[in-house]
C-alpha cells in the first residue's frame, strides 16, 4: 500500500502557503495524486438569529463566502499550474458547524490528508473544524504539520506512540507505508499499566507485527516524570532526533481535551515535526 491519493484544505491559501507546498512535495515524493479543497467560510452561525438580520444579510454572507472560495480555487490552480505533479482543485462553502459535510466527503476517498497544526496564528475555529472532521467523519489518517513547514523531508527517524489504543494501533496500520521506509522507529511507551496484556512485554506485539513487515523498531519504555504525556512525548522525540510522531488521535472525547487538554491536543499546539494521526 502507498498513498496514491492526497488531499490539502485550505480557507486561505495565502496563510497555508507552506502547507500547500508541504502537500505538493509529499505529492511528488508519493507519486501521488493532490487534491486541493478550498473552502469558503460562511461566518453566520447555524442556530442564532440576529436581532434585525434579514434573509438578504445572510443571503450576502453566502454570497461573501462563495467568492472566497472563488479567489482561492483561482490563487491554487495558479499556483500549481507549473507543477510536474497530478492536481485537481475543488471548492466548497459552508458555515463553521457545517464544515464535516465536505470535508468528510473529499477526505474519505483520500489515503492521507495534509493539514497545518490547528492551534497558532495559522489556526482558528476553521482550522480545528477541518481538522476534526478529517479524522472523525472523514475517518482519513492526518499529516498535521508545524506552522511554516513545506517540506517532505521527513519519516527516516520515527516516533511511533504507543499506549494500546485503538486509536493507536488504526494511526500505526495507517501510517505502515511510512513505518517501512523509515530507516529507525521507535515505539514510545509511557507509563505502560502494572496490568494487562502487554504488562510483561510492552510493546512486544506490536515490534512483532512491525518487523514481519520490515520495519526496523526498537522499544522504549518512558516513566512519567513530567505532569503531562505530551511533554515526555515532545522530550524523547527531541532526545532521540526524530523527524516524525505517529499517534492516535483523540483517545478520550474532543470536548474533554478541548475543556481539560489532553496527548492529542497538547501535541498538536506544541508539535515541532509532523504528526501523523488517526482515530
Known amino acids: 500500500m502507498a498513498y496514491k491519493s492526497i488531499l490539502t484544505i485550505t480557507t486561505d491559501p495565502d496563510g497555508a502557503a507552506a502547507q500547500i507546498d508541504a502537500a505538493v512535495a509529499l505529492a511528488r515524493r508519493e507519486d501521488a495524486h493532490l487534491d486541493v479543497l478550498c473552502i469558503g467560510v460562511d461566518q453566520t452561525q447555524t442556530g442564532y438569529y440576529y436581532a434585525g438580520a434579514t ?14 472560495a472563488a479567489a482561492a480555487e483561482a490563487a491554487v490552480r495558479k499556483r500549481l499550474a507549473a507543477e510536474d505533479i497530478r492536481w485537481a482543485v475543488d471548492t466548497a462553502v459552508g458555515q463553521i458547524g457545517a464544515l464535516s459535510r465536505p470535508v468528510a466527503l473529499q477526505a474519505r476517498f483520500s489515503d492521507l490528508v495534509v493539514l497545518s497544526k490547528p492551534y497558532g496564528a495559522q489556526g482558528g475555529a476553521a482550522a480545528e473544524a477541518i481538522v476534526e472532521a478529517a479524522l472523525f467523519e472523514g475517518r482519513a489518517p492526518v499529516l498535521v504539520l ?16 504507543w499506549n494500546q489504543s485503538d486509536e493507536a494501533l488504526i494511526a500505526t496500520r495507517a501510517a505502515l507505508p511510512i513505518l517501512k521506509s523509515a530507516a529507525a522507529v521507535d515505539i514510545t511507551i509511557i507509563d505502560p499499566p502494572a496490568h494487562g496484556p502487554e504488562r510483561s512485554d510492552p510493546g512486544g506485539m506490536l515490534s512483532q507485527l512491525l518487523s514481519r513487515h520490515g520495519v526496523h523498531a526498537e522499544v522504549s519504555v518512558l516513566a512519567k516524570t513530567l505532569p503531562r504525556t505530551s511533554e515526555i512525548l515532545s522530550r524523547h522525540v527531541r532526545d532521540i532526533n526524530a523527524d516524525m510522531v505517529v499517534m492516535g488521535a483523540y483517545s478520550h472525547s474532543r470536548f474533554r481535551e478541548a475543556i481539560l487538554g489532553g496527548t492529542t491536543r497538547n501535541m498538536l499546539e506544541h508539535t515541532e515535526v509532523p504528526v501523523f494521526m488517526a482515530h
Open 55 to 68: 434573509a438578504i444579510l445572510t443571503q450576502e454572507a453566502y454570497n461573501q463566502a462563495k467568492e472566497e
Open 146 to 161: 508545524p506552522e511554516g513547514y513545506s517540506g517532505a523531508d521527513y519519516g527516516q527517524r520515527i516516533a511511533l506512540a
